[in-house]
Nanobody, 124 residues
């Protein structure tokens, strides 16, 4: 069974920084595209950043220049470095990954995995 575990959330003052981690555990063949989402109270979930297998990245306009998504494939971990944080960045941040598994019979399957979320609170 594949699990994603986020960490690194917390309380920070405006202008500060946090680094979120999303670590995949279990047995799988590959971790492909990974996305960071966030959901603020009373708002819809928003896609914040994406990184694909070979490192290409994409960001929502509101975080461009402040957030950086990266991955360490050897550790099966994706990071979200968040700088110059603003109160409007306050949300539960969750990672979502496209995981490829391989059965004992050699059959590949795609799995859509989600972490439990980590709360980021930015005070003004």
């Amino acid at each position: 069974q594949v699990q994603l575990v986020e960490s690194g959330g917390g309380l920070v003052q405006a202008g500060g920084s946090l680094r979120l981690s999303c670590a995949a555990s279990g047995t799988f063949f590959s971790m492909n595209a990974v996305h960071w989402y966030r959901q603020a109270p009373g708002k819809q979930r928003e896609l914040v950043a994406t990184i694909i297998s070979h490192g290409s990245t994409n960001y929502v306009d509101s975080v461009k220049g402040r957030f950086t998504i990266s991955r360490d494939n050897a550790k099966n971990t994706v990071y979200l470095q968040m700088n110059s944080l603003k109160p409007e960045d306050t949300a539960v941040y969750s990672c979502n990954a496209d995981i490829t598994t391989r059965s004992n019979g050699g059959k590949f399957r795609s799995l859509d995995a989600w972490g439990q979320g980590t709360l980021v609170t930015v005070s003004s």
